[in-house]
């Protein structure tokens, strides 16, 4: 008798942004990201304040206002059933509790910075994939 078997494994990496703004200027950059976003580091210059926002063309992903520290962020969409009606569950205080799983990408995925600050600020924005 013969048995084989076949490992399945997904794949990590990283996409990394860098974003430059001049004052309240509005920047942003795009790449191809495909796969489960598992998150979002946000590393901000010192003394720096702006608006953030990571989006593919169906949804955004993360969106925050008045970033003015370097943060990790772990976006969650709500799940579905064939239906379109939004999964919950039943807690044991008889509570209707949302499921929510990790967002997707499928394509161009791009992060937007708002500058709120004096100068020229660059921001990196590194999104965690899972492919």
Known sequence: ???????AFAEMRDVTYS????GT??????YVVRG???AIRVTVPEGATGNITVA???QTILSKSGVSASTTY????????????????VDFAS??????ANPVSAGLLTATVVGASAGTNTYTIKVIVKE
Do not use: C, D, Q
């Not at 200027?25 to 795009?30: A, F, I, L, P, R």
């Open 74 to 89: 772990y976006p969650k969409v709500a799940t579905h059933n064939t239906s379109g009606t939004a999964i919950s569950f």
């Open 25 to 30: 200027e509005t920047n942003s950059k795009s």
């Open 95 to 100: 509570n209707s509790v949302p499921l929510y």
């Open 36 to 38: 489960e976003i598992m």
């Open 19 to 22: 974003v430059s703004v001049v």
């Open 1 to 7: 008798m013969l048995l084989s078997a076949t490992l």
């Open 56 to 58: 593919t063309s169906e």
